[in-house]
């Protein structure tokens, strides 16, 4: 059975860091994309950014480029979301999903599995 564990959220103060953990179990993560998304109170669930099967590439949404990171552990089984320099406005449930295959996507529907989310406050 395919399932994500995401974790790492907390409440963190502006221009703070944390790093998201998205852990996978029953499948063979270096097949799979990996995608993070966030949805703020009131708004809907958006990509924040995705990485492919290997591990190489990766997409960054533009509100976060330069902020946040996306790796993957494929020897771990973890995929990770390193966000920097956060403001109030990164305050969300941020959550994981992974797809078979080599590309990824920011899209919603693009991905057949869930992790349950994590929250992250930034406080200012």
């Known amino acids: 059975e395919v399932q994500l564990q995401a974790s790492g959220g907390g409440l963190v103060q502006a221009g703070g860091s944390l790093r998201l953990s998205c852990v996978a179990s029953?499948?063979?993560?270096?097949?799979?994309?990996i995608g993070w998304f966030r949805q703020a109170p009131g708004k809907d669930r958006e990509g924040v950014g995705c990485?492919?099967?290997?591990?190489?590439?990766?997409n960054i949404a533009g509100n976060v480029k330069g902020r946040f990171t996306i790796s993957k552990n494929n020897a771990k089984t973890t995929a990770y979301l390193q966000m920097n320099s956060l403001t109030p406005e990164d305050t969300a449930v941020y959550y994981c999903?992974?797809?078979?295959?080599?590309?990824?996507?920011?899209?919603?529907?693009?991905?057949?599995?869930w992790g349950q989310g994590t929250l992250v406050t930034v406080s200012s």
């Open positions: 999903a992974a797809t078979a295959g080599s590309s990824c996507s920011r899209s919603i529907l693009y991905y057949d599995h």
């Open positions: 029953g499948f063979t993560l270096d097949d799979y994309a």
């Open positions: 990485v492919g099967g290997g591990g190489s590439r990766t």
